[in-house]
């Protein structure tokens, strides 16, 4: 949902205060319903990711389309997309064939580097016979827009207090600065 409804619409206009429409996504999936059109509860953006709101995602998403999400992850190389995954289903994570967790920690690493993303390798350094290190790091990719990514990295870190992840305790067991999405 962050990497693909939520980050791309704080690019798009949207505050984590920007009131959105909360769906039956039962509802939604019926093909002759016209998914801006149904009714639901209101709830701020911030809200709607610390409480992982399904209907919230899939109408946000059906408003801004399936083609700006899926941009984001063709753009960060996600390697296994499908034609039938330009569709509202994605926006809760109904791809056709997965993602990988090597494409989703590089694509949360994004969003915790202002936007820019780096294809993933665990290489470190590569030293030659002489003693240089010869690695240069892959091609930065900026994604999304810095005040966007930052934004989202804030609404993370209220994840661990004020959302599904509060239940954890993290802030009360640590001193050390985490985020969360549940």
Same mark, same amino acid.
């Given at each position: 949902k962050p990497l693909l409804v939520y980050t791309p619409a704080l690019?798009?206009?949207?505050?984590?205060? /920007?009131? #959105?429409?909360?769906i039956d996504v039962k509802e =939604?999936?019926?093909?002759?319903?016209n998914v801006q059109e149904l009714e639901g509860n209101q709830i701020d953006?911030?809200?709607?990711?610390?409480k992982s709101s399904n209907g919230t995602a899939w109408w946000l998403y059906n408003r801004l389309t399936p083609q700006v999400?899926?941009?984001?992850?063709?753009?960060?190389?996600? /390697?296994? #997309?499908?034609?039938?995954?330009?569709?509202? =289903?994605?926006?809760?994570?109904?791809?056709t064939n997965g993602v990988s967790t090597v494409e989703q920690a590089s694509a949360y690493a994004a969003l915790a580097?202002?936007?820019?993303?780096?294809?993933?390798?665990?290489?470190v350094s590569m030293i030659d016979a002489t003693g240089k290190d010869i690695y240069k790091?892959?091609?930065?990719?900026?994604?999304?827009?810095p005040k966007a990514a930052e934004t989202m990295v804030d609404i993370f870190k209220g994840e661990l207090t004020n959302?599904?992840?509060?239940?954890l305790?993290?802030?009360r067991q640590s001193s050390i600065e985490a985020l969360s999405k549940t």
């Open positions: 690019e798009h206009g949207y505050t984590p205060e /920007s009131m #959105l429409v909360n =939604a999936h019926d093909p002759e319903v953006l911030r809200t709607a990711v610390w999400g899926m941009f984001k992850l063709e753009m960060m190389q996600y /390697s296994d #997309l499908h034609p039938s995954d330009y569709c509202d =289903a994605t926006s809760l994570g109904g791809f580097n202002h936007g820019d993303w780096v294809e993933p390798t665990c290489i790091q892959g091609e930065t990719v900026n994604v999304y827009e959302g599904t992840a509060a239940k305790g993290w802030n």
